[in-house]
């Protein structure tokens, strides 16, 4: 059976839920208070993050170097792989800003307009990308590898922006938080 038979506009549905984990995560980072009795384990949680973003990126550049080589097969395990890595990151960033709140960067001088000009387009590419992602997957399933190109020329070096600079954001926080 098609994925289309699933959903009667499944691109109307796919920047819907976009536009609603967006908002969700807008609010959760920014509206509401983290919990602050939360357990040491959550402290890990940025560097399983950072790692979950690195493992991506590694993904997504072995995806397209092997479908430059015409190695499908290959190509669709890393590019779903990329996919798992992006969906576990999701659950544990949640999970981190849940407990934790908003992770606030108190370093000054050079560093402080360098690290916030990183991070203000890591998050606008990061709301650009998702339902990108979301939408080159499902051409992919629905095996209209045509539409799936197209839109995977721009997908992919927004998704490999994200994913790289994300483990970027943690290693300045890191060093100068």
Known sequence: MEIKAYFKKPLVFIWMLSGVACGFLIWLIYFQEG????????????AINALLNASCAFCLVGG?????????????????????????FLVSYITYHYFHGDTPFLSQGLVR????????SHICFSIIALPMV??????????????????????FPIWLYVSTTGVLVFALLKVFG
């Not at 919990?35 to 940025?46: C, E, F, K, N, Q």
């Not at 360098?114 to 991070?119: D, G, M, R, S, V």
């Open 113 to 120: 307009p360098i690290y916030f000009t990183i991070l203000v």
């Open 64 to 88: 397209w170097l092997n479908i430059r080589k015409g190695k499908v097969d290959i190509h669709r395990r890393f590019m779903l792989a990329a996919v798992l890595f992006s969906g576990l």
């Open 134 to 155: 979301f939408t080159t997957l499902y051409h992919a399933l629905d095996q209209s590898f045509e539409s799936h190109r197209k839109i995977a020329r721009y997908t």
């Open 35 to 46: 919990v602050s009795d939360y357990r040491g384990w959550i402290g890990s949680l940025p």
